[in-house]
Structures are given as C-alpha cells and as structure tokens.
C-alpha cells in the first residue's frame, strides 16, 4: 500500500473526489488505477456528500483507486476530510481489475447508523454508488 521507496500510496474514493467530481482537483497529478470496490462492507450514506460508515451487515462501495504522492496529496486530502476529527484515514482492501490491493479510505468517524442523517445510497450490482445525485 504505502510504497516509501517510491513515496506513495494508493487511495480509493468513493465521493466528490471521483472523476468528474468537485474536488477530483486535490487528485490533480496523481495516476489513475481504474474503478474498484472495497472488500469491507459499510453503508454508504448520503448527507450532501457521501460518508461510509462500516457495517458488517453491508455491501461494498464502488469507487476510483488512485496512487498518490505522500507529500503532495496526503496533507490536503486529510485537510479535505477533516481526518482525523471527521473522518478517519484508515486502510482496507480493495479490489481493481480482479486483482486485491491495499488503500487508504477515509471512514465516518462517530456516528451510528442510528444517528445518521441522510439517505442510503443506490445500490448496482450488489455495491453502493453515490452518483451526486
């Protein structure tokens, strides 16, 4: 997952981060890996923007994994999710293209499902997707 001798880590992203998404800028020169899926399950929150909370009674998120540069793109994405006060960085496996792999994702950090507000997201193909929409 972290590669110290390359000074990077991969990332999976499953909100505004996305391509196409306000804030994919943060990711600005980082490489692209494909679209993926967490191995963990969580419920996929709605709130405006999209939190994943685990569950173990849940379903994969689909999103986009990225290789990053540690000391470009660490600091802002923490900032970005307000790790660790909102969200917690933490690593998970997840799947591109068949292949497992070790990444970063940020997690909803206090809070129960019971407290949530929002809606779940949609759901395709077994997975949790947040759209924007």
């Given at each position: 997952?972290?590669?110290?001798?390359?000074?990077?880590?991969?990332?999976?992203?499953?909100?505004?981060?996305?391509?196409?998404?306000?804030?994919?800028?943060?990711?600005?020169?980082?490489?692209?890996?494909?679209?993926?899926?967490?191995?963990?399950?969580?419920?996929?929150?709605?709130?405006?923007?999209?939190?994943?909370?685990?569950?173990?009674?849940?379903?994969?998120?689909?999103?986009?994994?990225?290789?990053?540069?540690?000391?470009?793109?660490?600091?802002?994405?923490?900032?970005?999710?307000?790790?660790?006060?909102?969200?917690?960085?933490?690593?998970?496996?997840?799947?591109?293209?068949?292949?497992?792999?070790?990444?970063?994702?940020y997690e909803m950090k206090?809070?129960?499902?019971?407290?949530?507000?929002?809606?779940?997201?949609k759901v395709e193909e077994?997975?949790?997707?947040?759209?924007?929409?």
């Amino acid at each position: 997952m972290v590669d110290e001798m390359k000074n990077t880590a991969l990332v999976f992203v499953y909100g505004s981060l996305k391509k196409n998404f306000w804030n994919n800028r943060f990711l600005e020169g980082a490489a692209f890996l494909g679209e993926g899926h967490t191995s963990k399950l969580y419920t996929l929150v709605d709130g405006g923007v999209p939190f994943a909370v685990p569950n173990e009674k849940g379903l994969p998120i689909k999103g986009e994994v990225y290789e990053i540069d540690l000391s470009t793109h660490l600091g802002p994405l923490d900032w970005l999710e307000g790790h660790p006060r909102n969200y917690e960085r933490t690593t998970i496996g997840v799947v591109v293209n068949g292949e497992m792999m070790n990444a970063f994702i940020y997690e909803m950090k206090h809070i129960s499902l019971h407290s949530c507000e929002g809606r779940e997201c949609k759901v395709e193909e077994d997975k949790y997707v947040w759209t924007g929409r």
